[in-house]
């Protein structure tokens, strides 16, 4: 019986097994069909196959549209890995990956692999090669207008989105057509075909590419913007990890910061903050998980002021300018711990006399040393240069 082919023996069998189980297939095969099959050029695209290939729901951008008619011009051409990488994108012949005996004729091949078909696509689409790069670099794209997660399905997807597979590192990619239905180079030994959308197993989430072709800028909201890291990040409806989650990032991507404020410490992949962003839906997110220092720089506390002064013989003090930083030790070179944009109210323990600093036309060594253990140089903290209701350290 000769219905099991060598791809479905690789992955269901292993490698090693396929290589042998396919010189016996191939005496299954007989002689005319393998030699109807020798050629390695792509077979001619069907009017029905290309009938099938398009744009089938609304709501997609002129640009995304664009991509989905270019990726389907190519309905019938073979996967090729590695194809369509060149210097410009378009179809490519491919080579042997090293372990995939179904790729050992891609160099024979003038195609596409998955990433190489997403690349062309959008280049034809805008004139701009956008996603020059892997399965993997495309997904963490600086140029996404929304990502999806892989929970969401394909609800919120339109045509020309892209579809990601992969747990941790992504490997596969295709191009989302509405309706269920997307355009993929599959694998070697395929050709460019259209299937069911498939969001169960490792499917990883979506990304909608910029129309414009550029960096997403920052939204028109009076946020500030801030790029995430990290995979499977999540926002919340309060600043609790234990609150309802709101939105889930499957890579970086960039965020609008309106606010922020101190509420629950997290400990999170080798760091501990309690500091919370608020985004632009109202969502929270640890600022673990935003690129910058612990307190962001330019970003509005959201109450205004620090918790109120804790018991413990500490004094609330405000202090004045921008961008104002506190220490491990009472000393310039120490390192930073926190960072106050804006003015702000700072509950002080003690003073001591130690370094002198000359800042914004005042010289003092007075440094306060403030509840969380760091230090401040009093130049920034309003009064006299030694605090008159402050004890010495």
């Given at each position: 019986m000769c219905?099991?082919?060598?791809?479905t023996?690789r992955?269901?069998?292993?490698?090693?097994?396929?290589?042998?189980?396919?010189?016996?297939?191939?005496?299954?095969?007989?002689?005319?069909?393998?030699?109807a099959?020798?050629?390695h050029?792509a077979p001619a695209?069907t009017?029905?196959a290309q009938?099938s290939?398009?744009?089938?729901?609304?709501g997609?951008?002129?640009t995304a549209?664009a991509a989905?008619?270019a990726a389907?011009?190519?309905?019938?051409?073979?996967y090729?890995?590695?194809g369509?990488h060149?210097a410009t994108?378009?179809p490519?012949?491919?080579?042997y990956?090293?372990?995939d005996?179904?790729?050992?004729?891609?160099?024979?091949r003038?195609?596409?692999?998955c990433?190489?078909?997403?690349?062309?696509a959008?280049?034809?689409?805008?004139?701009?090669d956008l996603?020059?790069g892997?399965?993997?670099d495309?997904f963490?794209t600086?140029?996404?207008a929304?990502?999806?997660?892989?929970g969401q399905?394909?609800?919120?997807l339109?045509?020309?989105?892209l579809m990601?597979w992969g747990?941790?590192?992504?490997?596969h990619?295709?191009?989302?057509l509405?309706?269920?239905q997307?355009?993929?180079?599959y694998?070697?030994g395929?050709?460019i075909r259209?299937?069911?959308?498939r969001?169960?197993?490792?499917?990883?989430?979506?990304?909608?590419i910029n129309?414009?072709?550029?960096?997403?800028?920052?939204?028109?909201?009076?946020?500030t913007?801030?790029?995430?890291w990290?995979?499977?990040?999540?926002?919340?409806s309060?600043?609790s990890v234990r609150?309802?989650v709101?939105d889930?990032?499957?890579?970086?991507?960039q965020v609008?910061?309106q606010?922020q404020?101190?509420?629950?410490?997290?400990?999170a992949?080798?760091?501990?903050n309690?500091?919370w962003?608020r985004l632009?839906d109202?969502?929270?997110l640890?600022?673990?998980y935003?690129?910058?220092p612990?307190?962001?720089?330019?970003?509005?506390?959201c109450?205004g002021d620090s918790?109120a002064p804790p018991?413990g013989?500490?004094?609330?003090h405000?202090?004045w300018?921008t961008?104002?930083?506190?220490h491990?030790q009472p000393?310039v070179?120490?390192?930073?711990?926190?960072?106050f944009?804006q003015?702000?109210?700072?509950?002080?323990?003690?003073?001591?006399?130690?370094q002198?600093?000359?800042a914004?036309g005042y010289?003092n060594?007075?440094w306060?040393k403030?509840?969380d253990g760091?230090?401040m140089?009093?130049?920034?903290l309003?009064?006299?240069?030694w605090?008159?209701?402050v004890?010495t350290?």
């Amino acid at each position: 019986m000769c219905s099991l082919t060598t791809s479905t023996a690789r992955r269901f069998l292993g490698r090693a097994f396929a290589t042998a189980l396919a010189a016996a297939l191939a005496a299954c095969i007989p002689t005319a069909a393998r030699a109807a099959t020798a050629t390695h050029h792509a077979p001619a695209t069907t009017a029905s196959a290309q009938a099938s290939c398009g744009v089938l729901t609304s709501g997609a951008s002129a640009t995304a549209e664009a991509a989905v008619n270019a990726a389907c011009s190519q309905i019938g051409v073979w996967y090729s890995w590695g194809g369509g990488h060149g210097a410009t994108p378009g179809p490519t012949y491919g080579y042997y990956d090293g372990s995939d005996p179904d790729s050992m004729h891609d160099d024979e091949r003038l195609g596409f692999d998955c990433s190489g078909l997403m690349r062309y696509a959008y280049y034809r689409a805008t004139g701009k090669d956008l996603l020059n790069g892997t399965a993997n670099d495309q997904f963490h794209t600086s140029k996404a207008a929304a990502r999806f997660s892989a929970g969401q399905g394909t609800g919120p997807l339109v045509p020309g989105d892209l579809m990601f597979w992969g747990s941790g590192h992504i490997h596969h990619v295709a191009l989302y057509l509405g309706a269920g239905q997307m355009v993929e180079a599959y694998e070697s030994g395929t050709h460019i075909r259209v299937t069911a959308a498939r969001t169960g197993g490792d499917y990883a989430g979506a990304v909608r590419i910029n129309p414009t072709g550029a960096p997403t800028p920052p939204p028109a909201d009076g946020g500030t913007v801030f790029e995430t890291w990290g995979t499977g990040v999540r926002t919340h409806s309060t600043p609790s990890v234990r609150s309802a989650v709101v939105d889930t990032f499957a890579g970086p991507t960039q965020v609008s910061v309106q606010c922020q404020e101190h509420a629950e410490t997290v400990t999170a992949d080798g760091y501990t903050n309690d500091a919370w962003s608020r985004l632009s839906d109202g969502s929270w997110l640890t600022n673990i998980y935003v690129k910058g220092p612990a307190w962001l720089p330019g970003v509005p506390d959201c109450g205004g002021d620090s918790p109120a002064p804790p018991s413990g013989g500490s004094k609330a003090h405000q202090t004045w300018g921008t961008g104002v930083r506190t220490h491990s030790q009472p000393n310039v070179n120490a390192a930073v711990v926190d960072y106050f944009a804006q003015p702000t109210t700072v509950n002080v323990v003690c003073q001591t006399h130690a370094q002198q600093v000359t800042a914004e036309g005042y010289t003092n060594d007075a440094w306060s040393k403030l509840t969380d253990g760091s230090w401040m140089t009093n130049i920034y903290l309003k009064g006299p240069a030694w605090l008159t209701d402050v004890p010495t350290c």
